[in-house]
């Protein structure tokens, strides 16, 4: 009667563990597989008493892999191509003995909770930082350009005199912007996540998103297929996302402002079946070889910019579990991909 109480309580823990929980034979067999672990691979058919292989070829092959070598380095995966990135561990249970190799426990995680959390311990320290930077930065900062404009006021001025205040007023709004992001960083409350439709919610956003960067109605699209998708997120960081990416279309495009064209494009992906929303340009697109820094902070590819952006974004889908990525375009121009969690993942977590 211990043995199956102890029995019972182990399998209630380990069904509510956030992280994903295998038990593998030494034939790779699953014995053991919890709800969690079951949502991170996509849901599979083959669950218990089914080969790994099926359940999941990606994580099939690191099984292989860390069996030829266990200290093999391991990279993040992914179980389905839409589905969150993954990281697995692996460990021995039991002795081998005369019974062949032990089975295998094999821990599953999410990355992107893995970052929000020391995302939380950073913010914190940042929070402490910002106050003082807000302080020593900005005072001295409004005086310098409080004397830029009283200077721009004298009358006579020569012509390279003007430049030179046009040269401080410039760099003084942009070292203002680079403080305002990085309080907004220190700022950033808790989701508040809610369903949002996506087809009247982007078009309700689209006559702001027109106003804020002076584009004309035919310039910004939205085209959502189904007009019923619905997502979970917080509507007011969503927003800011979307602002931050319309804002790098904008700023990036070399062409006259007049034949920029940006495109949000959403649906329901056919390989995992969750939300997403492409947001896709006509501009000249990232170079490959700074598409692997894009979302670092500080990094730029412009002269002006403050390299947070696109960051900030970064950091505000990642606390509402949406992956933001940018995917190259065959036809030229950029676009930037939010996918969402698959509404059936969220209920089953």
Known sequence: ADLASLAQLNDHVIQQMRAGILVVDDQAVIQVMNEAAWALLGMPVAMRHHALEEA??????????????????RTDFRAVASGP???????????????????????????ARLTAEAQQLKLASLGRLTAGIAHEIRNPLGAISHAAQLLEEAPDLPPTDRRMIEIIQQNSRRVNDTVENILKLSRQDNPHPKPLVLGPWLNQLSDELRQGHRLAEQQLRIEIDPRDTTVFADPGQLRQVIDVLCDNAVRHFERPAEQLVIRLV???????AGPFIDLRDNGPGIPRK?????????????????????????????????RLEYLSQPTGGSCFRLSFPNPRHTTKL
């Open 56 to 73: 999941s070829p990606p994580l099939a092959t690191q099984y292989r892999t860390w069996r030829r070598d266990a200290d093999a380095e």
């Open 85 to 111: 990135d993954l990281r697995a561990s692996f460990a021995p249970i039991g002795d081998k003995g005369s019974h062949g190799n032990p089975g295998t426990l094999i821990v599953l995680e999410d990355t």
């Open 266 to 272: 959403g649906g329901v992906t056919p390989e995992s």
């Open 290 to 322: 700074a598409q692997a820094n894009l979302f670092e902070p500080f990094f730029t590819t412009r002269n002006d910019g403050t390299g947070l952006g696109l960051y900030i974004a970064r950091q505000l889908c990642e606390t509402n579990h949406i």
